[in-house]
């Protein structure tokens, strides 16, 4: 008996499919061997700039200031210079872009055009080029609003009219908007339409039910907006060229119109500038190492943050 | 004309183009149970939504007619409409405590009303909690998330939330549709309990639900009312052919 339904099955199965399945296969094969390029890509990336930057790398790197004509010496300013604008950039990018998801989510009707031009506008933010930020922060914040501050308070005498760390950072978080108006849109349109009904149905009103319920639901949403902005900007380079970077500082930045250094521009200018650059190979590792590290583990935390909400939401 | 709670005249409601709600009249009475029964999608959530202007939310919905609560019209200009939800509490279909404590879940009406005093609340959330027979079980635990609870447990605690804003009306769109057959009974004589002190109206797929809890029955079709009276006579010589035909089970 058994003989005949295996043969039977046999017989269906062959008739489906005869032969080898090329195309198939090679499909597969493609797509197997484009994941493995990646994936070594990246650890050969990675395994680079660990390797090379494994001897420089310590607390003492991290923690004195360059000496010697930047060729020995570690990184302290550049980091802190780092820290202070993410902060800065935070505190300008992450309220405003709350408060445009909450706008576009919350309030905007479905088929109103303003929301649809803000929609487009995020959106081709988002692919500007980032050298772009980096001349309009120039152009607008320091020749337009520091010079006109300058003119308006000082005399003209020159002090916001140049590069420093606000401008930097408000060119940065003009780069990083998208990323947090994204982010908190995504959270708010988990909170379930039945939440904010319960909270209308009680006699609150709209505004109530945001500040009560919708936002306290969206907190995890806008940090990890709030995080991927900051790993972004932490990163980027080109905003800050032309808007408050430095090459060499001896001393930290005191205040909002100092200048400051920064990783990924240190990293920069030792590769491309340095009066040595074989030399000061180690250093530049070592900075890369370090700068990835705090991109890296910021975009975990987000990562998780991220996942937790998308378990909630279901 | 005293004893009516809700006049409803030649109210319609429109979802675009489409005409979902056709000239509702109808009169609801004070302190009583009135069931709104009928097939899926014949409009009897629809229109209980109308009661507490919960298809404001929906964009294209367009109202005609009027919704007369206490002899007034609350789709007139004049009327706010945070107060007619303060006064016409809701129940929904699938329980939706907020993801805080159970305290806190009670307390959110009275806090968002103005209420800020600790005694004050305690003693709205205790009294609100015992009014929907739920105290007893969650006393000890008021600290607790509301997620917690079973699900017979949280849409008691939703009844208790809706009662802690001291309503008028309190609407229920088939509250128990989602629940074991011992949690539906336990809301089921809650609704006979909350009537001495509340006009309910209950939205209800199950036909011996409707012949339990409510006093007055109106079966919607289509759109339109067919027919509304005592729950006894619609349910043992409905006037209309239609009211038979879905209470003794030939369709829906």
Redo the contacts between chains.
Sequence with gaps: METTINETENQFFSNKKKGVDIKGKFVVGITQVAVLLIIAILFIILGIIVYEGREKFSWEFITSFPTDGMTKGGIFPALIGTFILVVVMSIAAVPFGTITAIYLTEYA???SKIAAAVRFSVRTLAVVPSIIFGLFGLGFFIQFMGTGMDKAFNGGELHWGQPNILWASLTMSLLTLPVIIVSVEEALKTI?R??R?????????KW?TIK??VFP?SISGIMTGTILAVSRGAGEVAPILFTGAAYYLATLPKSLSDQFMNLGYHIYIMSTQSSDVEKTMPIQFATTLVLLILTLSLNLVAVIIRSRIRRKAK | MKNIKIEVKDLSLYYGEKKALKEISLEIPRNKVTALIGPSGCGKSTFLRCINRMNDLIPDVKITGQMLVEGIDIYDKNVDVVNIRKKIGMVFQKSNPFPKSIYENIAYGPKINGIKAKNELDEIVETSLRQAAIWDEVKDRLGDSAMGLSGGQQQRLCIARTLAVSPDIILMDEPASALDPISTSKIEELVHELKEQYTIIIVTHNMQQAARTSDYTAFFYLGELIEIGKTNAIFTKPEQKQTEDYITGRFG
Excluded at chain 1, 199 to 205: P, Q
């Design positions: 009707k479905e088929n379930p039945e939440l009904e319960a909270s209308l149905a009680l006699g609150a009103t109530q009560n319920v639901g």
